[in-house]
């Protein structure tokens, strides 16, 4: 049963098409990866998701309701929490502050600050980020930046996850570490919807792939028949990946 | 030196300094000269400014340069109902009308970002003030107006009691659920959106409620300058003076902003009155000094001081 799910999602950015009659479902309890060169428009159809952006035609449903061109706090409050390509966190406050953040905002149901504190400390213990509560987040490392997103997100009581490349730029330890977390995260019964470069991580971790190609959907399928996919394999892998699988 | 440091004398001292301020102040016209009664006005009104216009442009980041507009707006409620109706209700007024002339263009104009929102609202000031003056050559006949008089002391205390009330709500703001989501606008308006926040509504109540006490202000000020014409009532000064007295002081701390707007208005008078021929000169120097070397503005003193200490005991 798809928790999101996409009609003939249209973006025209004047005459350049980011998302050209794209559908797709993302089911619950999934880890569902994005992938695809770049300037394909996985980061379009995110905030088509979230809500930056009002689709030029086409439908959104999440959990059964329709959010198309909802505002991204709205669709937040229905359940969608995103991370960001080059992270957008609140620099200035503290780790804690940024969690509280979402906590205290994003839940459809206000809860009380004590309350949201005790959880927001909670998160950040389970992200990795436990002793850092009072760094200021600009301080933090870019793995930690992205770690703190996670954690800002999921405070949100978020269903569905949005999470936009949190591999890039780590070091290899440091994916690996970002790979069990994701894991982690679905355990807990999040649906998980990633865009990801880093190839050995997402056929990892994803039950099922999405490729987009100048805004098109050009394969969809598992890890092993997106790695098989001669398409796929064309615009994106290229060969050294053809040679490796 | 020890016990100084102590963190009880420091809390004490915290709460005890506040209320002895205020004691002097509250009785300041039973022992005061009139001339001190008007100076501590004119501060009290630059306190206003300053705090009411950081409650908003502190955190959001969203530069103001409307505080004018709305202090003018007050300025001509006085001199339009001031002889109507009773003091109180002129200066409620004067509030309401501003925050709700700050609703409507907040409606317009928060969608603009950075650089075009302070671009905008020095415009959105010049127009009121050039539609006034439109307004009345054209229909009234006259440029300016006169404002019934009210004591002294009764402006004094009605400045007094509207920069307690301006300093309780931008503490309590500051500390609010509110305040926190326009921090948030302030460090990345698109995360502090996608995690929740109806972002021009925070930003919107949260400038109406900032431009209320401007409103308040120039209501209660306007009968003390008896006169008042569309370049005294809209003087651009008062959009920037706010911004200037802010920084100078500190513009992340309720104090800093109290110290910036005391400090300046002080140093205005000092200046004008014992050196008229370089007033202006003079106030400009120790202006762009403490920009350039304050960063932080006058609360970050210490700390600055320490960096310059560590800076040259390192070489």
Redesign the interface.
């Known amino acids: 049963m798809p928790i999101l799910e996409g009609k003939s999602v249209v973006k025209y950015f004047g005459g350049l098409v980011a998302a050209a009659y794209v559908d797709f479902h993302v089911d619950q309890g999934e880890i569902v990866g994005l992938i695809g060169p770049n300037g394909a428009g996985k980061t379009t159809l995110f905030d088509l998701i979230s809500g930056s952006l009002a689709p030029t035609s086409g439908s959104i449903e999440f959990k059964g309701e329709d959010i198309t061109g909802l505002k991204p706090h709205e669709i937040c409050r229905r359940g969608i929490a995103r991370t960001f390509q080059l992270v957008k966190l609140f620099g200035n406050m503290t780790v804690l502050e940024n969690v509280l953040f979402g906590s205290l905002f994003g839940e459809s149901i206000t809860s009380a600050r004590s309350a949201a504190e005790k959880a927001s400390s909670e998160l950040l213990e389970f992200v990795g980020l436990s002793g850092m509560n009072r760094v200021l987040a600009k301080e933090l490392s870019l793995a930690n930046q992205k770690r703190l997103e996670i954690a800002r997100a999921m405070a949100t009581k978020a269903e569905l996850l949005l999470l936009d490349e949190v591999m890039a730029g780590l070091n290899p330890a440091e994916v690996d570490k970002a790979v069990d977390l994701v894991k982690e995260i679905r355990h807990k019964g999040i649906t998980v919807f990633m865009i990801e470069h880093v190839m050995k991580a997402i056929m990892g971790i994803s039950d099922r792939i999405m490729v987009l190609h100048f805004g098109t959907k050009i394969a969809e399928g598992t890890p092993d028949e997106i790695a098989r996919d001669k398409k796929v394999i064309e615009v994106y892998l290229g060969l050294e990946a053809h040679a490796e699988s | 030196m020890r016990s100084a440091r102590s963190p009880f004398s420091i809390r004490s001292a915290r709460m005890v300094l506040p209320i002895l301020v205020l004691i002097l102040l509250g009785t300041a016209p039973l022992y005061a000269s009139l001339y001190t009664l008007i100076s501590l006005s004119n501060v009290f009104m630059y306190i206003v400014l300053t705090v009411s216009w950081a409650v908003f442009s502190g955190p959001s980041r969203y530069i103001s340069l409307a505080s004018a507009a709305f202090f003018g707006i007050g300025i001509y409620v006085s001199a339009i109902l001031g002889n109507v109706l009773p003091f109180p209700m002129v200066v409620f007024i004067g509030g309401l009308l501003s925050f709700l002339v700050a609703l409507f263009v907040g409606l317009s104009s928060l969608r603009l970002r950075g650089m075009y929102f302070t671009i905008f609202t020095f415009g959105l000031s010049e127009l009121i003030r050039h539609s006034v003056h439109w307004w009345e050559v054209n229909m009234t006949g006259t440029v300016g107006r006169w404002v019934v008089a009210v004591d002294q002391k009764i402006v004094y205390y009605a400045m007094l009691i509207i920069v307690m009330m301006t300093v309780f709500v931008a503490y309590t703001m500051s500390r609010s659920?509110l305040g926190?989501?326009l921090?948030?606008i302030g460090?990345?308006e698109?995360?502090?959106?996608?995690?929740?926040?109806?972002?021009n509504a925070v930003k919107i109540i949260t400038f109406a409620v900032s431009t209320f006490f401007m409103g308040t202000a120039g209501a209660v000020m306007a009968t003390r300058w008896t006169y008042i014409d569309p370049s005294i009532a809209f003087n651009p000064l008062f959009s920037f003076m706010p911004v200037l007295m802010a920084i100078f002081g500190g513009i992340a701390q309720i104090v800093g902003q109290i110290i910036g707007a005391t400090a300046l208005t002080v140093l205005a008078d000092l200046l004008l009155t014992k050196f008229p021929y370089y007033y202006m000169l003079s106030y400009g120097v120790i202006l762009v000094a403490v920009i350039l070397f304050l960063p932080g503005g006058l609360m970050a003193l210490q700390a600055t001081m320490k960096s310059w200490h560590e800076r040259s005991f390192v070489k």
């Not at chain 2, 959106?193 to 972002?199: L, S």
């Open positions: 659920r926190f989501a921090r948030g460090e990345s698109d995360a502090a959106d996608h995690m929740g926040v109806n972002v």
